[in-house]
């Protein structure tokens, strides 16, 4: 079935009942390998790494919701990201937001550089400087939007159309909107990203990574590289991903509806310095969002007054909020950027604040998690 309406797409793309039983989930196809018709002959599976079903089914499935042709899952966002890196070779340049999760960063500058990868780190709020970062050898515009953990806002669009004026392709980390609240390639992105571990999964229990293009020749030698270099995931996890996404829309509905009314409290809290949500008209980039976003998502982050030890208090004393990594689950999380997620870019152009709290806003009673932030926030 095809319908042009999201919710519809994310409960059946790729997972009509299963022909054999009438199964009406997708089943677990926990299998390394299957049997074949002829020697070389099979039914469009051999060995799992280079394809399985319960994967092509999630595959088949994120393609739909990004709006794109084709689907490629992994092991992990960071096995997302290392196997399209592989597209590039030694001497090509990469221009990248300046605000960007912590393990890209470790990625690129720690890893990808020793094979001689270059890598240029611009405000890309800034176009004006973000054209000037391009040189003769970039291939990529890499974009968070929304950052992390401040929360910038890129203007997709933009970014995109300086990229192709350079003959590169632009790849958008859309993990912290999710397909529902932003369609990158509908933007101008030729490739999406995704960390499914976070919203696409939902629930805190699946690690996975996934790419969405439809550009078919990224397509091909992405799928060559997914086979090659081995970060697939399981088909549980692939499972536990496609199971998510079909309750993706109501919770980004939740997810951005609590974490609105958060902000706006946060926003007037004398514990507060300064509040970094797209939903707040004080937000820089606030009509950036409005316009290539249809909500604005379940991640906050805000300045402690009183330094680093303030920060860390608050993020002790919540009962609701759980202290920890990682984000986008039903369960709110609470963590201090500078000394968890992004210890890696500490002493860089892109250290972070000691007194940044970023929260991931879950789908409690919104009055609960309120009731908790005030709590700690008088009391950390």
């Known amino acids: 079935m095809h319908s042009d309406h999201f919710e519809t797409r994310a409960l059946h793309v790729g997972q009509a009942p299963e022909s054999a039983t009438g199964a009406v989930v997708v089943p677990i196809f926990q299998t390394s390998t299957f049997a074949q018709t002829d020697v070389g002959e099979h039914k469009g599976f051999d060995y799992a790494r280079t394809a399985n079903p319960t994967r092509a089914a999630l595959e088949e499935c994120l393609a739909s919701l990004e709006g794109g042709a084709y689907g490629l899952a992994f092991s992990s966002g960071m096995g997302a990201i290392t196997t399209l890196m592989l597209l590039l070779k030694s001497g090509d340049h990469v221009v990248v937001c300046d605000d960007v999760y912590g393990g890209t960063f470790r990625l690129f500058r720690r890893v990808l550089e020793d094979f001689g990868l270059e890598f240029t780190f611009v405000d890309m709020t800034n176009l004006d400087a973000t054209a000037r970062a391009f040189r003769a050898n970039t291939r990529l515009a890499w974009i968070e ?69 439809s550009h078919q020749e990224i397509f091909e030698r992405l799928k060559f590289l997914q086979n090659a270099a081995g970060a697939v995931p399981g088909p549980f996890d692939c499972w536990l991903v496609l199971r998510g996404a079909k309750t993706l829309a109501v919770r980004m509905e939740r997810h951005s509806a609590n974490a609105l009314r958060i902000a706006q409290m946060l926003e007037a809290h004398p514990a507060v310095a300064r509040v970094f949500y797209p939903g707040l008209k004080s937000h820089p980039q606030f009509e950036i969002a409005r316009k290539q976003m249809c909500d604005f998502g379940g991640m906050i982050s805000f300045i402690a007054r009183g330094g680093s030890d303030a920060a860390r208090r608050i993020a002790r004393a919540t009962r609701l909020f759980t202290l920890g990594e990682s984000l986008g689950g039903v369960e709110s999380l609470i963590e201090v950027p500078a000394a968890m997620t992004h210890m890696s870019v500490a002493g860089s152009p892109l250290e972070v604040d000691a007194a940044l709290v970023r929260l991931s806003v879950g789908i409690e009673h919104v009055e609960d998690l309120i009731a908790d932030l005030n709590h700690a926030l008088e009391n950390g």
């Open 145 to 213: 939007t929304p950052t992390n953990p401040l929360i910038k806002i890129v203007d997709i669009a933009a970014v995109a159309q300086i990229a192709k004026k350079q003959n590169a392709w632009t790849v958008v980390d859309n993990t912290f909107a999710s397909p529902f609240l932003q369609q990158p390639l509908a933007l101008g992105a030729d490739i999406v990203l995704h960390s499914t571990t976070k919203y696409l999964g939902g629930h805190s229990d699946v690690v996975g990574g996934a790419i969405v293009t």
